[in-house]
């Protein structure tokens, strides 16, 4: 049989399997509903605590067209450390892999269904945040107290849904509102290895005389010596939201995040290094190594703005823009040549110089997101775009770290642009009173350009621009079976072009076809959702780093399949218990291997006690094997880790305190310490380098509100 008529069986199987899965679970008349504005990330339920849905780290919403896993500010206050970033937010989801990852394991490498860095979307408040390689950071512009919800979307979203890589899914974080009263809540937190956190935060409430606004400010200072040997770090967060009613349905939304952060920065530790010193191995004192934690030093200022304006102009007509910048500066980040050891020391200017890097990173992002929605008798029309102008400067210089980073030769030296402009129209048709039929396109138009003084390649002066377009279309639907069960079916075409452009190079943009089906079922007592998916890739664009510099290649075409279940049972008397999991396929269609860093199946699980005052949970990640580089090398283990959190509130403990919340929480609680990710390989001796898990830890919290 051809490998078309095999695809063709495949799909077909996959549609079959697909529709038993939705059929598996039956309607329960009367069953209590959720409903989510995927847009804003913000969940309705009628807070009942005894719910299935209100207890459920992950929910469904009855109303999507893709897998989505939402995660509301419950859970977050709960389970999540005050010093974590959203990817330990995201890691209970079904399909998603976090390890940790450079910068001492402040920062996490996020994979869902496989997906890699810069292969999914990541937006805040609908507006989508990249850089000019598509690389995304999950510790670079929001702290997770000032998160309202976040929705992991694991397919590509539909002709509206505005991003780079929007076939991998989108990760949807939602800044949270402003307290309708007023308040000021300080917070202090204290844990493992030193680290420290320090928050102060002012809500004004409705402020009268303006018509209803409102704002809160949020400031937050953290500081941790940190698992890894020698990899002490700072940040600094201040985040600002005001919203002002002009009038009764018109709002103006301003956001502002500023971020400041200074760490070590750790690149991975060999096999041999984690052998000799231990799995927390990071960073070494003494300063003749190139592993020295004085020469390999980071900084960052980051900040975010956008003007939102939403407003119902009547007769059905509906407008949502946001007007936005936002940026990231890194005076030279420091680096050792080689951190593994094993290459010989030297430099042109001593034999016994520490040879090292100097790496100068700017970008800022200038966009608008815009929709206009038009209700009709049957449905609606939304029209919109997104509009992005990118600016960029990266350097590498090589440097003597012994004579304070002196010059000597230039890697390469780059101004960038990333230009894109992605216009879209989409309908909901009402075919019957519960079906709503979603089909849509958009125009993904993006312009690469360069002017580098020295280029990473052709090691010269060069000019260059390239230029790509497609139009994507989408199709989707979703079936209200009964008031509280759903089914849904979504097909899409997705488009990424290369991270970085060069003349002569072989690197084609890649292009998916997605195709997932699924269902959803929420009542009182329980919740429950599954899906199947299958992804058709061409031009599939992988990566290799050696020595922080990151080569990219067509790897071919490739098939990502899989199933995903997840589920929350309310046993009562306080209790629920919730689990869910994945397997995972992604595999080279030419030669069957294993595409790198894409796990072959996940799982979660977890018990749930609130009653009164008291909130605690007991979860356990479980992540399967996978290979670290393409060609399935440097294979990887699987692993898992287990997680406690106590939370204590009161409200009114003393005359002049509106409430008291005291946290306690331990990770990692059976203290596993394996390799759990490949970081790529150092420069000169080209080792490969790894990281370990983060060993047991604790963490204690208290926030008192006036």
Request: hydrophobic share 35%.
């Amino acid at each position: 049989m051809s490998s078309t008529a095999d695809r063709r069986r495949l799909k077909r199987r996959f549609i079959d399997a697909a529709l038993w899965l939705a059929a598996s679970v039956p309607p329960v008349a009367g069953a209590h509903a959720q409903t989510t504005d995927l847009g804003t990330v913000q969940t309705s339920d009628s807070g009942d605590v005894n719910s299935a849905v209100y207890q459920a780290p992950t929910t469904t919403p009855l109303t999507v067209t893709q897998p989505t896993s939402v995660i509301d500010k419950h859970y977050i206050e709960n389970n999540i450390p005050p010093t974590a970033n959203y990817d330990r937010v995201i890691n209970v989801a079904p399909s998603v892999m976090t390890v940790p990852g450079a910068f001492g394991g402040g920062d996490a490498k996020i994979s869902i269904r496989g997906f890699q860095n810069g292969q999914s979307n990541l937006t805040l408040d609908g507006i989508p945040l990249r850089q000019y390689n598509l690389n995304q950071r999950s510790g670079i512009f929001i702290m997770t107290n000032d998160l309202g919800g976040v929705a992991v979307d694991r397919g590509p979203g539909t002709a509206s849904t505005v991003g780079d890589a929007t076939f991998g899914g989108t990760v949807a974080l939602q800044t949270k509102a402003p307290m309708s009263t007023m308040a000021t809540t300080a917070t202090t937190s204290y844990g493992s290895f030193n680290t420290q956190l320090y928050g102060l935060q002012f809500d004004s409430g409705q402020i009268k005389g303006t018509n209803g606004a409102s704002f809160f400010l949020d400031t937050q200072f953290t500081k941790s010596d940190g698992y890894f040997t020698n990899t002490a770090r700072e940040r600094e967060n201040v985040a600002l939201k005001i919203q002002q009613p002009l009038n009764d349905n018109t709002t103006l939304t301003f956001v502002s995040i500023n971020n400041h952060e200074i760490r070590n920065y750790f690149q991975g530790a060999s096999l041999a290094q984690i052998k000799a010193y231990g799995p927390n191995y990071g960073l070494s004192s003494s300063p003749n190594s190139q592993g020295y934690a004085g020469y390999n030093r980071y900084q960052l200022q980051t900040d975010f703005e956008y003007l939102g304006l939403k407003s119902d102009y009547g007769e059905g007509w509906h407008l949502d823009n946001k007007l936005y910048t936002y940026g990231y500066r890194t005076p030279p980040t420091i680096l050792g040549a080689d951190v593994s050891g094993n290459s010989r020391l030297g430099t042109v200017f001593g034999a016994s110089d520490v040879p090292g890097t100097s790496n100068p990173v700017d970008y800022r992002s200038y966009g608008d997101v815009i929709a206009v929605t038009k209700d009709l008798p049957d449905g609606a029309v939304k029209v919109g775009a997104w509009a992005d102008h990118q600016p960029a400067h990266r350097a590498n210089f090589n440097v003597d770290m012994t004579l304070a980073q002196k010059y000597i030769s230039t890697v390469y030296d780059q101004h960038l642009a990333l230009d894109t402009f992605q216009p879209y129209v989409e309908a909901d048709w009402k075919a019957l009173p519960d079906l709503t039929i979603t089909p849509g396109v958009k125009y993904a138009y993006v312009t690469r350009s360069q002017s580098s003084l020295v280029d990473p390649f052709t090691h010269g002066p060069l000019d260059y621009s390239q230029t790509w377009g497609k139009a994507l279309p989408s199709l989707a639907a979703n079936y209200k079976l009964s008031p509280n069960w759903s089914v849904y079916a979504q097909a899409a075409e997705g488009f990424l072009t290369p991270p970085q452009v060069t003349p002569g190079s072989s690197v084609q943009p890649q292009t998916t076809w997605n195709y997932q089906v699924g269902t959803s079922y929420q009542s009182k007592t329980f919740t429950l959702a599954g899906d199947v998916y299958y992804i058709d890739f061409n031009n599939m664009i992988a990566s290799r780093t050696v020595g922080g510099i990151a080569s990219y290649f067509n790897a071919g075409g490739a098939i990502y399949q899989g199933v995903e279940v997840e589920g929350t049972v309310h046993v009562g008397n306080g209790f629920s218990v919730f689990a869910n999991g994945s397997l995972n396929s992604a595999k080279n269609k030419q030669t069957g291997q294993w595409i790198a860093e894409a796990p072959n199946a996940t799982a979660a699980a977890g018990l749930i006690y609130e009653q009164g005052n008291w909130y605690a949970s007991l979860t356990d990640k479980w992540v399967g094997s996978r290979f670290g580089d393409v060609g399935e090398k440097q294979p990887l283990s699987p692993f898992n880790q287990l997680d406690m959190a106590i939370t204590y509130k009161v409200k009114n403990p003393l005359p002049n305190l509106a409430a008291m919340t005291a946290r306690f929480g331990i990770s990692n609680i059976l203290d596993s310490r394996t390799i759990v990710d490949f970081g790529g390989y150092s420069g000169g001796s080209v080792t490969p380098l790894f990281y370990t898990q983060i060993g047991r830890n604790i963490y204690s919290s208290l926030s008192v509100q006036f």
